[in-house]
């Protein structure tokens, strides 16, 4: 059974950073492109960040230059690197493999002005 856990959530202040994780049991991260969404209150969730299997990414512009999608293969981890962050920021983080349709329990990230 494949299940995805994500970790590194919390309160951040405007201006800092946070590194979100995505850890895998059941598959290898390497051989799937994974994507990290959000959810913020009374919202849609969002597409924020994706990488394939290749290592190519994408970000949504409103992440671009301040976000980082990563993967460590040794560990079956996928990162998201969170800097500058802003209140408009604040979510759930999910991370997703589309290719399986599986989400992860998400992860509380609150960001005070």
């Known amino acids: 059974q494949v299940q995805l856990l994500e970790s590194g959530g919390g309160l951040a202040q405007a201006g800092g950073s946070l590194r979100l994780s995505c850890s895998a049991s059941g598959t290898t991260l390497s051989n799937h492109g994974v994507a990290w969404y959000r959810q913020a209150p009374g919202k849609q969730r969002e597409l924020v960040a994706t990488i394939t299997t290749g290592a190519f990414v994408a970000y949504v512009d409103s992440v671009k230059g301040r976000f980082t999608i990563s993967r460590d293969s040794a560990k079956n981890i996928i990162y998201l690197q969170m800097n500058n962050l802003k209140p408009e920021d604040s979510a759930v983080y999910y991370c997703?493999?589309?290719?399986?349709?599986?989400w992860g329990q998400g992860t509380l990230v609150p960001v005070s002005s």
């Open positions: 997703r493999l589309p290719s399986l349709e599986i």
